[in-house]
């Protein structure tokens, strides 16, 4: 199979990938079409994440239903938590995807960063 790339980044990275059926959506960060930061607090940082991993998602053919496994990734975790589920539990149709989530610096000056990964047709 051959891999399919969406998107651009100033990262050496590939915003999304198709292989086959399964899209990867590397780690998104809550920033706008502007390219600045979006939010100052994890609910709205992580509705921007989600409407950046929409986008990627789209882009590659899928949809938010179709994610099967999310990683989360959170400068304050205990602080934040509660903030982002509540965004991602309203953001996902059920059956939410699998997801981990877990506490780490980030290499810019932000408080989440979701990646996924979905396989089209999946949500039905």
Same mark, same amino acid.
């Given at each position: 199979?051959?891999?399919?790339?969406?998107?651009?980044?100033?990262?050496?990275?590939?915003?999304?990938?198709?292989?086959?059926?399964?899209?990867?959506?590397?780690?998104? #960060?809550?920033?706008?079409?502007?390219?600045?930061? !979006?939010?100052? /607090?994890? %609910? @709205?940082?992580? $509705?921007?994440?989600?409407?950046?991993?929409?986008?990627?998602?789209?882009?590659?053919?899928?949809?938010?239903?179709?994610? #099967?496994?999310?990683?989360?990734?959170?400068?304050? !975790?205990?602080? /934040?938590? %509660? @903030?982002?589920? $509540?965004?991602?539990?309203?953001?996902?149709?059920?059956?939410?995807?699998?997801?981990?989530?877990?506490?780490?610096?980030?290499?810019?000056?932000?408080?989440?960063?979701?990646?996924?990964?979905?396989?089209?047709? @999946?949500?039905?």
């Amino acid at each position: 199979m051959r891999k399919e790339a969406f998107g651009s980044s100033q990262a050496p990275l590939t915003p999304a990938l198709k292989v086959g059926d399964t899209v990867y959506v590397s780690g998104q #960060v809550p920033v706008g079409s502007d390219g600045r930061v !979006v939010g100052d /607090d994890a %609910a @709205a940082q992580t $509705a921007q994440v989600l409407a950046n991993v929409e986008a990627q998602l789209h882009a590659a053919g899928a949809t938010k239903a179709d994610v #099967v496994k999310t990683l989360v990734i959170l400068t304050h !975790v205990k602080r /934040d938590f %509660a @903030a982002m589920n $509540a965004v991602y539990a309203e953001f996902f149709p059920d059956p939410k995807p699998a997801r981990s989530t877990i506490g780490a610096e980030l290499a810019i000056d932000i408080l989440v960063e979701i990646e996924a990964v979905a396989v089209i047709g @999946a949500g039905g």
